[in-house]
């Protein structure tokens, strides 16, 4: 199967037209396309079948368990899957490919547990100045974050343990917004307090998949740990120069 992967367009301020791969069987969206959502009818009537992870802008200045709910409607509509904490098994030439879905978010240990708190403020300042998302007529603050990663991480953990191949499937393929490494952080910007916020060390969950996909990282990435291909091929903002070399057609043969 060759997978299409498109990520961190934002829309809401880029000027870009996403053109389908011509040799692609199935395209991944794995987050940031659009804050105002609008940019997902881009993907309507798209010729493969399309597979979508919520990204953190999604969820600017709206609640977010309303946002989930919008962007679940809006890809109904579209013909679109969304998985959060959800797995969708999808056969292609014969083989199936079971894919596990979740935005993942961060649990801001990154540098280790006694950074946590310092990473947890440089993560509130961008929560607070740029997300501004709200639960519960309440701002959407790190300590949300966290526990969100926690439930992400831990249904991951769960579904994980069921082996990355079984009578049920021939492969496991892991979709999340947020990075599973630290191996995943900008090189412009080396390991500090803000890479917390993008990055995550699930390198324990590694082994348990064929592949795992993230975006996030206004950068591109491919690596293996413990025999799990890690890939981002995240498109950013071309003003900071983060599209240079960015390729949008790009496909994955797994």
């Not at 959060?84 to 540098?111: I, K, M, N, P, Q």
């Not at 490494?181 to 064929?210: H, I, N, T, V």
């Not at 890690?230 to 070399?245: F, K, P, S």
Request: aromatic letters at 8%; glycine letters at 8%; a negative charge.
């Amino acid at each position: 199967m060759r997978v299409q992967l498109l990520s961190d367009l934002h829309l809401e301020t880029e000027a870009f037209e996403p053109r389908p791969a011509p040799d692609a069987d199935l395209l991944i969206l794995a987050g940031d396309i659009d804050a105002g959502h609008g940019g997902l009818d881009l993907f309507a009537d798209w010729p493969v079948p399309v597979v979508y992870i919520a990204g953190n802008h999604e969820f600017d200045q709206r609640d977010f368990d309303s946002a989930m709910a919008e962007l679940r409607v809006r890809c109904d509509r579209l013909g679109f899957t969304m998985l959060e904490r959800e797995s969708l098994v999808h056969t292609h030439a014969g083989r199936r490919y079971r894919l596990l879905g979740t935005a993942l978010w961060c649990d801001f240990d990154l540098l280790g547990a006694h950074d946590r708190a310092r990473c947890m403020k440089a993560g509130a300042y961008f929560l607070d100045r740029v997300q501004c998302s709200t639960r519960d007529g309440l701002p959407f603050s790190a300590q949300q974050v966290r526990d969100e990663f926690t439930r992400c991480r831990e249904w991951l953990g769960q579904q994980l343990s069921l082996g990355r191949r079984s009578s049920r499937w021939d492969e496991t393929i892991v979709i999340t917004h947020f990075a599973p490494s630290a191996k995943s952080a900008d090189p412009r910007y080396g390991l500090q307090p803000a890479s917390a916020s993008f990055c995550s060390d699930c390198e324990d969950l590694m082994g348990r998949a064929g592949l795992w996909i993230h975006g996030h990282l206004h950068c591109r990435h491919d690596y293996v740990v413990a025999g799990t291909r890690v890939v981002c091929n995240a498109r950013g903002h071309v003003d900071r120069g983060e599209a240079d070399d960015y390729n949008p057609l790009r496909v994955l043969e797994i």
